[in-house]
Structures are given as structure tokens and as C-alpha cells.
């Protein structure tokens, strides 16, 4: 699995992507935007209609805009597991075109947490999810696992049972990702080298609710204080402030002397109330593409997200969401809500 052929592997991609917006110019097309393939979309039949196809698409084309401005840049769709297959069985054909789209897949409650936190998630569920990421491993995709339980010999046995699948994991104390735990004392492979792909990381912190902290200082001085390999966090601290580079840089330094990864989350299956691209008069079914509010999370909305102007939103002009996170100088984007094709399949 960590192998250099993984790194040639993304390499290639990343020049094919460049190579193919050059293409895409040259034809009187553009390499930076989405609005083509998504006009498309908006018109497409729903009683034929692939969600879970357009939901790779727009992942894809989050990939290829990024990758085009920073070959380097990480992508990492949580949860979603079903797109990695073209028939969404874990013994179907792998999806090349989107496997090679991202670098990491992030999957949650794989071993504790799937129906009630701090609880083992069921052998049949747990089989069900790993069958999906080994598909991820067997293909190049690192695997990023979240599991949340609380008790010290459970968050244990989270990191074992991950490690032994050669996973990259995280045992959260708190689902609402508001703390940096106190257990374990140390990361679990604490790592001390610099970690500049993702393959080099061995760990990762998860800190996403930052409303404890008293100041964005005061969150990049604890951040600061670890020797995660990779901090998955918000572009904006406390929904008031984004971080800026100097900020960034400051979070990529860890306590030991080395490097660590910094990866954005961005939902891009809601929209979110509470984010800077969140205009006052939005309402459900004010823009047409915003649906339902998500029962669980106040202040989420299911979205068309195949419609183009939610995409230009997430992606492809400078006034776009993504491009704050490029502009910022995070290593990647951490993509929440993949799963939406679901609400839809189902409505």
C-alpha cells in the first residue's frame, strides 16, 4: 500500500488533468469551471436520473479544478462508500475515473459509533464498510477512519483494529469533533517526521467545533502543542474569522519540530446557513436547488448539488468556497455529505 507506485500513480493524474483543461481551452471550453457538464445536469430526467453518478461527477470536478491550480492538493470524500464501485457492491468493478480522482476516503463509525456512540459497531456492518475500503487501499486511496467512543479501552482498540487493516484513524471522544482528547496522551504512531503526502501520515485530529477556544490563537497554540500528522478542520474559525496563511502555516507545525498536513472540510451535499456563501433571502426552494432542512443539523439543507449554480458556489471562480480554502493554503479538502445521493434515491 505505501508503495511509490501510489505517488506515480496521482502524479500521472494530476498532469492528465492539466493536460485535459489545456484541451478543454484550447477548444473553446474551460478548464476552471463546472457550468457546462452541470447545465447538463439540471436537465436530466429524475425518473432516470444516477445520483450517485452525478455525485461523482461532482467530485471529480472539484478534483480536476483544484488539481489544476495545485497538482499536490489532497481530496478526500467522507463516507459515501457505495460510489467506489460502479454497481455500489464491494465485489463490483472499481470506479477507476473517480478512484483516481481522489487521494483518501474518509469513513465514520466503522468500528464504534455506526448506530449509538461508544458502542462497537455490529460484525455485519463493520464487514459490509471494510469490504468498500479495502477496494480504497487495493486502488491507491488511503483510508481515513473515524470512530467515536469515549472510553479509554475502546478508543484503544478503534486504533488497533484500524491499524491492523492499515488504516489511517481517529478515536473521537465527542461526535460534535469539539476537543483535542486527552486519551491517548501521545497520538497513537506518534511520527516525527514531516508529513507532506498523504501517505507519510500515521495519525490524524479531527477538531472541527472550535467554540472552546477562546481565540483563533488560542486554537492554533493548541493545535500547535500535538504531534498529529494531519488536522482535518474548518476553514473558519468559529464561523467569524477564516484562517489566513499565516495561520495555516502556524497549524502546520507540530510540537516535535515536524510538518503535518491541513485539510479543509467542506460540505458540499448541504448548504450551510452559517457560511460565508449563505445569502439572507435563501430559503428552501428559494434558490429551487435548496430542499429540506437536514432533521438532524439545524441550519443544513439537502441541495441539488448536481445544479450548476450550487457548484459554482463550491468550485471553479474565485469567489467560490474552494478557492478560499486554495487561497489559504491548506493541503486539501475534506468532503462531507457525499452520501446525499441517498435523500434523493429515496424521495
Known amino acids: 500500500m ?98 483516481a480522482a481522489i487521494d483518501g476516503v474518509g469513513r465514520e463509525d466503522l468500528f464504534y459509533g455506526y448506530d449509538t456512540d461508544n458502542t462497537a459497531t455490529s460484525d455485519a456492518d463493520t464487514s459490509d464498510m471494510t469490504a468498500f475500503m479495502d ?76 467554540d472552546s477556544y477562546a481565540s483563533k490563537n488560542a486554537f492554533i497554540n493548541a493545535v500547535a502543542a500535538t504531534n498529529y500528522d494531519l488536522l482535518i478542520t474548518d476553514l473558519y474559525f468559529q464561523a467569524s474569522a477564516a484562517f489566513s496563511a499565516a495561520d495555516i502555516t502556524d497549524l502546520k507545525a507540530k510540537a516535535n519540530g515536524g510538518e503535518r498536513l491541513v485539510i479543509a472540510y467542506m460540505s458540499i451535499g448541504e448548504a450551510e446557513n452559517y457560511r460565508s456563501y449563505w445569502q439572507s433571502d435563501w430559503e428552501v426552494g428559494s434558490p429551487s436547488w435548496i430542499s429540506d432542512e437536514n432533521e438532524e443539523w439545524e441550519g443544513n439543507y439537502k441541495v441539488e448539488y448536481w445544479n450548476s449554480e450550487w457548484q459554482a458556489v463550491i468550485y471553479g471562480n474565485d469567489n467560490s468556497y474552494l478557492k478560499q480554502i486554495l487561497n489559504a493554503g491548506f493541503d486539501g479538502v475534506y468532503l462531507d455529505i457525499i452520501d446525499a445521493y441517498e435523500y434523493f434515491e429515496d424521495e
Open 2 to 99: 505505501y508503495s511509490c507506485m501510489k505517488y506515480f500513480d496521482k502524479i500521472i493524474f494530476n498532469v492528465c488533468v492539466i493536460l485535459a483543461c489545456v484541451v478543454l481551452i484550447r477548444c473553446g471550453g474551460s478548464g476552471t469551471s463546472s457550468s457546462n457538464a452541470a447545465d447538463n445536469m439540471d436537465d436530466t430526467n429524475a425518473s432516470d436520473t444516477d445520483y450517485r453518478q452525478l455525485m461523482r461527477n461532482f467530485v471529480q470536478g472539484i478534483s480536476s479544478y483544484a488539481k489544476g491550480i495545485d497538482p499536490a492538493f489532497v481530496i478526500i470524500p467522507q463516507n459515501g462508500h457505495a460510489l467506489l464501485t460502479q454497481n455500489g457492491e464491494a465485489t463490483g468493478e472499481a470506479d477507476a475515473t473517480y478512484l
Open 135 to 210: 477496494v480504497a487501499e487495493a486502488n491507491n486511496v488511503e483510508v481515513l477512519a473515524t470512530d467515536y467512543c469515549s472510553t479509554e479501552s475502546y478508543m484503544l482498540d478503534s486504533y488497533q483494529q484500524n491499524a491492523a487493516k492499515g488504516y489511517i484513524s481517529f478515536a473521537a471522544d465527542d461526535r460534535t469533533l469539539n476537543d483535542i482528547p486527552s486519551y491517548p496522551a501521545a497520538p497513537y504512531n506518534e511520527n516525527a517526521a514531516n508529513v507532506t503526502t498523504l501517505t507519510d501520515a500515521k495519525n490524524f485530529l479531527y477538531l472541527l467545533n472550535m
